[in-house]
């Protein structure tokens, strides 16, 4: 009998925003090279540039294959830029695997939203996953069994004060998440969202140091199976699973990665 396994060998993957070492794009990425997939590492701004590099050189460093590209998701332009030198780097014609997990937010009221805000959180969040898979799927290069995860939020769900154009954001990719399911269901295409909860990302614990309180409390509160900040990891784990041949029947899901934080509960 055959080993159960998460095998990905053959298969090359794309995880966006991947470049921050403490973050769940760079767990994604090493866990789904540590199980077979050549990754490309993306990110955007240039001050990510060395952390980028960094999580790639410790893949490799690990025996797993790994590139790294610049470009900015928001953008068809970005999005193909970002297939087209994974598809050399590698050698290959083809993306099994697409993760878009790059996102924007940050904390403030409605009242004062600015047009530049608007803009960038909706671009990155929600324009940024359309993009991505219209540059994989449109042009044919992503085969049958091929699986598009797009990282929500369980914020989604809530309309949360003070995070309100963020959740806005993630409602729409939620939207057009089961949408793009139906679309690709007969090119034997999943496509899936897992949310998380609140995760311990340096970016999370560093707006926790800037604003002198733990901002994610409120939402630690509402879970049911543990009120710690996820790991990184606990994340990866799941990205990889809907990855593999194992679940195959699994697409137009919301999955909540929370310890149970569930709507408005």
């Given at each position: 009998m055959a080993l159960d396994t998460l095998d990905l060998t053959s298969k090359t993957a794309v995880?966006?925003?991947?470049?921050?070492?403490?973050?769940?794009g760079a767990a994604i990425a090493r866990g789904l090279a540590r199980n077979g997939a050549a990754v490309t590492v993306h990110y955007v701004s240039e001050s990510s540039s060395s952390t980028a590099a960094k999580v790639a050189q410790g893949i490799r460093d690990a025996g797993g294959r790994a590139t790294v590209?610049?470009?900015?998701?928001?953008?068809?332009?970005?999005?193909?830029k970002i297939v087209a030198e994974t598809l050399k780097a590698f050698g290959v014609d083809k993306i099994d695997i697409l993760v878009n997990n790059a996102g924007r937010g940050a904390i403030g009221s409605l009242m004062n939203a600015t047009t530049e805000?608007?803009?960038?959180?909706?671009?990155?969040?929600?324009?940024?996953p359309l993009y991505m898979s219209q540059a994989v799927v449109g042009s044919g290069r992503m085969p049958?069994?091929?699986?598009?995860?797009?990282?929500?939020?369980?914020?989604?769900?809530?309309?949360?004060n003070g995070l309100a154009i963020y959740s806005a954001s993630k409602a729409a990719q939620d939207s057009f998440t089961e949408a793009l399911a139906e679309e690709l269901g007969g090119r034997g295409?999943?496509?899936?969202?897992?949310?998380?909860?609140?995760?311990?990302?340096?970016?999370?614990?560093?707006m926790n140091e800037k604003l002198g309180a733990d901002f994610t409390a409120p939402l630690r509160a509402k879970a049911r199976g543990s009120d710690r900040l996820a790991d990184p990891e606990d994340i990866s784990e799941v990205v990889v699973w809907l990855a593999t041949e194992r679940a195959r029947w699994i697409t137009a899901q919301f999955i909540s990665a929370s310890a149970g934080i569930n709507g408005t509960s």
């Open positions: 995880v966006t925003g991947s470049g921050r070492e403490s973050g769940i590209v610049q470009a900015d998701v928001n953008s068809p332009q970005g999005a193909e805000q608007l803009l960038e959180e909706f671009g990155v969040n929600t324009f940024g049958q069994g091929g699986r598009i995860v797009n990282i929500g939020s369980v914020v989604s769900k809530m309309g949360m295409i999943t496509v899936n969202i897992v949310a998380p909860g609140p995760v311990g990302t340096g970016i999370v614990l560093e």
